[in-house]
């Protein structure tokens, strides 16, 4: 930086102690900038040497080996189960009962409520069949533990449902992980639920994943 010779030696001094302050400064960000980097070089490195780990020793062959497994079902819609599904979770929107009422709007028709397919998402077993905590049989895993327990889903909607849909059902499993938790092994499910019509268009997508313990 070049000093004018008409500036006060007192601006001087502030003007040289700004060139100083700003080069630390970039010299500081620069240094900092690496540290992030090799810090985030490490970590990236921990997580794959931890995933590695996981799949080797913590979680049995057998259940690993049903990622990707398919389970295909289909299912006919019916005007009762529309009706009987509104009424079952108190939702009073005539769109799903009233065909007089839905032919005036723009589906043109009775609909299915959006959750409509979360009943075709597993087999229905009398439940003397069931385990203790409930679990569907497509849930039962080769794990070491001994109940389940939902963690949480994401639904999305697609092609409204009708009466006279045929709906198919695909599900698999995508991913297997482990957790330490404070009581033992916690071990995820990752499962994914798609449901087409007779059109082959999506009507419903579900990734819901499942905390065995």
Aim: proline share 6%; glycine share 6%; with cysteine.
């Amino acid at each position: 930086m070049i000093v004018p010779d008409s500036i006060p030696p007192f601006f001087s001094k502030i003007l040289r102690y700004t060139r100083i302050c700003l080069l630390g400064i970039m010299i500081s960000a620069h240094y900092t900038n690496e540290l992030q980097a090799c810090a985030s070089r490490e970590i990236l490195g921990i997580h794959k040497k931890w995933k590695e780990h996981l799949v080797t020793s913590d979680i049995p062959a057998e259940a690993l080996a049903m990622i990707g497994k398919e389970i295909h079902r289909y299912y006919h819609v019916t005007d009762r189960d529309i009706r009987r599904f509104a009424q079952s979770i108190g939702d009073p929107n005539q769109l799903y009962v009233d065909d007089k009422y839905a032919k005036t709007t723009r589906y043109e028709g009775v609909i299915a409520p959006p959750l409509f397919c979360q009943i075709f998402a597993y087999d229905d077993p009398p439940a003397d069949q069931l385990r203790e905590d409930g679990l569907p049989k497509e849930l039962e895993m080769p794990l070491p533990t001994t109940r389940a327990l939902g963690g949480g889903s994401s639904f999305e909607i697609g092609e409204p449902v009708r009466a006279g849909d045929k709906i198919q059902v695909v599900k698999k499993v995508t991913d297997i992980y482990m957790k330490k938790g404070r009581s033992g092994d916690l071990y995820f499910v990752v499962i994914d639920n798609m449901w087409t019509n007779q059109n082959g268009l999506m009507v419903a997508h579900e990734v819901a994943t499942y905390i065995h313990r």
